[in-house]
């Protein structure tokens, strides 16, 4: 259902704290850079609720933002939010926030807020039980893992919580910025730390180091996961058991098969994530309004598993099967609504369009799948298209006769004579061996280029990785 992925030296800057010196201000956009040392400038707006974990309560969630005006030099604390992407750098907030396993504590905020996940009895019961923390400052969110927990489960976690805010007090005032105060947990401390409620059946480690130090970890706030800890011991790895190689593969695939036949095909923009819904094999046996319905109903339950599997945030448009009867489209959006509720990151269906397109946005703070475990693909520079082969060879054709005519006018002082054998011009150029080959078949257009120019072309191959439109001047 989801699947995490951070490497050693690339991890997550999210829930950071670093002393940052403010670089510049944007008086017209109540925002500011601030330098954080992380190479990017962080981005800082003072007029947004800064901190939307998964509670609830408003009060204690914007009594920590300060619209204080800010000048450049000011060293500040601030806390990551949200990863860089791109050219972008990472999302600041002035509200810090410090997660455990049972509560968020709020440092400048104040009260108590529950999650609105949690049913009303329980949340006033959890309520109730926070009331009771004498709390010198700051205020706490209650998580939805909470649920269930007694006071003393509660005020474990706090008083770790405060511990470390006054290492981070004790930090802040010694430190000059820019400079990393508190580091957020790695990623297997964050995975056991968020365990979903209900609790799972197992927590499976193949790693002894590891196990040994998240056991440490749950002992200290949460020993009644300790016995759900289990080292792998199994003569196959994790992955190779589970075959979560294969796994990842597929969340990485832009075609989804749904079980009747149909499927879904996930394409990413710069500004949206996009997904088609198709019928594909499947013809129905009652109606074609069924045959309909039962696809999208399907794509329902994928896309909201694909969403989450593949940790997609931002807006997210679906392109159903024809939703333009009142009823299909009720069936679909409240399919949709159930599925993603199941969801730990917060996940809105906006409704449909005009033209029949579903809208959906969900929170996403650290980096998509995709953007962890790929890269760039250095030829079609992320289009997922290049040149045709045919184009490619016009496009070198072209090239070749721009050098033909450059260096049949170049001066002898240029930077780069061209040479010369028998008074003729040489060129040896490089090109990709499918181009090159190609080339071989144009003697015609080469003896009337020679002919024009009064010069001889040697064609030689470059490497199989080369770039097809390439031509590279060996003389």
Request: proline content about 5%; some cysteine; glycine content about 8%.
């Amino acid at each position: 259902m989801e699947l995490r992925v951070e490497y050693y030296g690339d991890r997550s800057l999210v829930g950071n704290i670093y002393k940052g010196r403010v670089d510049s201000v944007l008086p017209g956009m109540q925002a500011a850079f601030v330098d954080i040392g992380v190479g990017r400038n962080g981005f800082l707006e003072m007029d947004k609720p800064p901190h939307e974990g998964d509670s609830s309560d408003p009060t204690s969630q914007r009594a920590a933002e300060k619209n204080r005006p800010l000048k450049a030099g000011q060293e500040i604390l601030v806390q990551v939010t949200r990863d860089g992407t791109g050219l972008k750098g990472p999302r600041l907030s002035c509200a810090l926030a410090l997660a455990g396993r049972y509560l968020v504590y709020l440092p400048l905020g104040r009260g108590v807020g529950v999650s609105r996940r949690l049913p009303s009895t329980e949340r006033d019961r959890l309520r109730k039980l926070c009331l009771g923390f004498a709390l010198e400052s700051g205020g706490v969110i209650v998580r939805t893992a909470a649920q269930g927990s007694d006071f003393e489960a509660l005020g474990r976690d706090l008083e770790f919580l405060l511990r470390v805010w006054r290492q981070v007090e004790r930090r802040a005032a010694e430190a000059s910025a820019p400079a990393l105060i508190y580091a957020e947990a790695d990623l297997p401390v964050r995975a056991v730390r968020d365990l979903p409620v209900p609790q799972p059946a197992a927590v499976l480690v193949d790693d002894p180091g590891l196990f040994r130090r998240l056991r440490s970890y749950l002992e200290g706030v949460a020993p009644e996961l300790c016995q759900r800890l289990t080292l792998w011991e199994g003569r196959l790895g994790l992955f190779a058991s589970f075959r979560l190689d294969d796994a990842l593969r597929r969340a990485l695939s832009r075609r989804v098969d749904l079980p009747s036949g149909g499927y879904i095909v996930i394409d990413h923009t710069e500004a949206l994530t996009v997904v088609d819904v198709n019928t594909g094999s499947y013809v129905g046996h009652k109606s074609p309004d069924h045959t309909v319905l039962k696809t999208n109903i399907e794509a329902c339950r994928e896309v909201a598993r694909q969403l989450r599997l593949r940790d997609i945030g931002g807006i997210v448009v679906v392109d159903f099967i024809d939703l333009r009867l009142p009823e299909a489209r009720e069936a679909v959006l409240r399919t949709l609504r159930e599925e993603l509720e199941r969801d730990s990151s917060k996940a809105y269906v906006i409704g449909v369009s005009p033209l029949g397109l579903v809208e959906i946005t969900r929170e996403n703070t650290e980096r998509e799948l995709r953007e962890c475990v790929t890269t760039c693909c250095p030829h079609c520079k992320g289009t997922g298209r290049v040149l045709s082969l045919r184009t490619a060879v016009a496009t070198v054709k072209r090239k070749i006769r721009n050098l033909a005519l450059t260096g049949a006018t170049a001066e002898p002082s240029s930077a780069l004579p061209p040479a010369r054998v028998s008074g003729r011009l040489l060129l040896r150029v490089k090109v990709h061996p499918k181009v090159a080959a190609m080339l071989a078949k144009e003697q015609a257009w080469f003896g009337e280029l020679q002919d024009s120019y009064g010069c001889t072309v040697v064609i030689e191959e470059a490497d199989l990785e080369a770039d097809l439109s390439l031509v590279e001047v060996v003389n």
